[in-house]
């Protein structure tokens, strides 16, 4: 039924539907919906404890044999620059004043940790069928670990170069990350998001650059998305946006609505919230102090200065200063169930591939 079943071979799946690792916003529930309706659900670690991440693969492990993906950072940890953090908190000082907040307040520490010893010995615990990982690899001595269990190894790319990278390093198959995609950009050999490529101009030329399976990522929400990375040569697809809108999803009332209410032209690339550019919606923090900052701390400091008014704003219902993860495609989004979510995708698309083929 499907033309190309390389991606579900390699997997072990049904379906070449890759639920994207959304950290902060999935969690156990939806990694199972997803697994069990034949997809690859995958668990975000990067902002988990050791102790968490235990937790929530204890319950997936319980709740589906089904292959699942386990999906860390790969970043250099930040390098302590006091004069720039303080720069970036006295840019955020009127904002602090006018919520009521000290400004004198110290920063609670970033909860985005990259792939280290520790999460590599509860990979080697729970043996999870894939591994991917987003800003590259992480180092060699690590990435023979995971290989070593038997996981196949995924990450993102936004350039071709990128693309031919990871190949060279031995991943099994490489995302290709258009610049239409909600949350943090992939980049790790360039950090110009000036030049990046969007996913119907990026995905052909990797899938030519590369001889493994290539996973196509951005502004995909619906059959018609799905079939277009089809006919670029995608193997598969991974959808992030799309199932934000589910009802697994951890995300709150504040940015459910603002996602119910996005436009395709209500996101932007910002550094604001972690140092790091990531799609989100535009509210006032980003207008106001972005969409990108010369004073934002190296990733992930950013998020510390920020936090307090976060909590305090949303507190009183508003989004003022949080980060509402977005792709382009968000207004295609549907409320359903993630497994009926899944299952939906793959028989419309399976339908709208029919037609095609009859059509031809």
Same mark, same amino acid.
């Given at each position: 039924?499907?033309?190309?079943?390389?991606?579900?071979?390699?997997?072990?799946?049904?379906?070449?539907?890759?639920?994207?690792?959304?950290?902060?916003?999935?969690?156990?529930?939806?990694?199972?919906?997803? *697994?069990?309706?034949?997809?690859?659900?995958? @668990?975000?670690?990067?902002?988990?404890?050791?102790?968490?991440?235990?937790?929530? &693969?204890?319950?997936?492990?319980?709740?589906? *044999?089904?292959?699942?993906?386990?999906?860390?950072?790969?970043?250099?940890?930040?390098?302590?620059?006091?004069?720039?953090?303080?720069?970036?908190?006295?840019?955020?000082?009127?904002?602090? +004043?006018?919520?009521?907040?000290?400004?004198?307040?110290?920063?609670?520490?970033? #909860?985005?940790?990259?792939?280290?010893?520790?999460?590599?010995? &509860?990979?080697?615990?729970?043996?999870?069928? +894939? +591994?991917?990982?987003?800003?590259?690899?992480?180092?060699?001595? @690590?990435?023979?670990?995971?290989?070593?269990?038997?996981?196949? =190894?995924?990450?993102?790319?936004?350039?071709?170069?990128?693309?031919?990278?990871?190949?060279?390093?031995?991943?099994?198959?490489?995302?290709?990350?258009?610049?239409?995609?909600?949350?943090?950009?992939?980049?790790?050999?360039?950090?110009?998001?000036?030049?990046?490529?969007?996913?119907?101009?990026?995905?052909?030329?990797?899938?030519?650059?590369?001889?493994?399976? +290539?996973?196509?990522? $951005?502004?995909?929400?619906?059959?018609?998305?799905?079939?277009?990375?089809?006919?670029?040569?995608? !193997? #598969?697809?991974?959808?992030?946006?799309?199932?934000?809108?589910?009802?697994?999803?951890?995300?709150?009332? @504040?940015?459910?609505?603002?996602?119910?209410?996005?436009?395709?032209?209500?996101?932007?690339?910002?550094?604001?919230?972690?140092?790091?550019?990531?799609? $989100? =919606?535009?509210?006032?923090?980003v207008r106001e102090v972005g969409p990108m900052s010369e004073l934002s701390p190296e990733f992930?400091?950013?998020?510390?200065?920020?936090?307090?008014?976060?909590?305090?704003?949303?507190?009183?219902?508003?989004?003022?200063?949080?980060?509402?993860? *977005?792709?382009? #495609?968000?207004?295609? $989004?549907?409320?359903?169930?993630?497994?009926?979510?899944?299952?939906? /995708?793959?028989?419309?698309?399976?339908?709208? /591939? !029919?037609? /095609? !083929?009859?059509? #031809?």
């Amino acid at each position: 039924m499907w033309a190309d079943r390389r991606i579900q071979d390699l997997f072990g799946i049904e379906l070449p539907i890759i639920q994207a690792p959304m950290a902060g916003s999935v969690g156990s529930e939806m990694v199972v919906a997803v *697994s069990e309706a034949g997809g690859l659900g995958s @668990l975000p670690c990067a902002m988990l404890s050791p102790e968490q991440m235990r937790t929530e &693969l204890g319950i997936i492990r319980q709740r589906t *044999s089904r292959p699942i993906n386990l999906n860390f950072f790969c970043h250099n940890p930040p390098q302590a620059d006091p004069a720039r953090e303080a720069a970036w908190k006295r840019r955020l000082e009127s904002y602090y +004043v006018e919520l009521g907040l000290d400004p004198r307040t110290p920063a609670p520490a970033a #909860a985005r940790a990259p792939f280290d010893s520790a999460m590599c010995d &509860l990979v080697e615990e729970f043996a999870p069928e +894939v +591994v991917s990982f987003h800003f590259g690899l992480p180092e060699r001595s @690590l990435l023979e670990r995971v290989r070593a269990t038997g996981a196949k =190894i995924i990450s993102s790319a936004t350039t071709v170069e990128e693309a031919r990278w990871l190949e060279d390093k031995g991943c099994n198959a490489v995302i290709a990350q258009g610049y239409e995609a909600g949350g943090h950009r992939g980049l790790f050999l360039s950090q110009d998001i000036t030049t990046q490529a969007g996913t119907m101009a990026l995905v052909p030329q990797v899938v030519d650059a590369v001889a493994v399976p +290539v996973i196509a990522a $951005g502004g995909i929400a619906d059959a018609r998305g799905i079939a277009a990375a089809f006919a670029l040569g995608a !193997s #598969a697809v991974q959808i992030g946006t799309a199932y934000l809108f589910c009802p697994e999803a951890k995300v709150g009332p @504040l940015h459910r609505e603002a996602l119910r209410r996005a436009k395709d032209n209500d996101t932007v690339l910002t550094d604001v919230f972690t140092g790091r550019p990531a799609r $989100g =919606i535009t509210n006032r923090i980003v207008r106001e102090v972005g969409p990108m900052s010369e004073l934002s701390p190296e990733f992930p400091l950013a998020t510390g200065a920020l936090a307090p008014l976060r909590a305090k704003a949303e507190q009183a219902g508003s989004g003022d200063f949080s980060p509402f993860w *977005s792709g382009q #495609a968000g207004a295609l $989004g549907r409320e359903a169930p993630a497994g009926d979510l899944t299952r939906q /995708l793959a028989a419309e698309t399976l339908s709208r /591939l !029919s037609r /095609l !083929s009859g059509d #031809a």
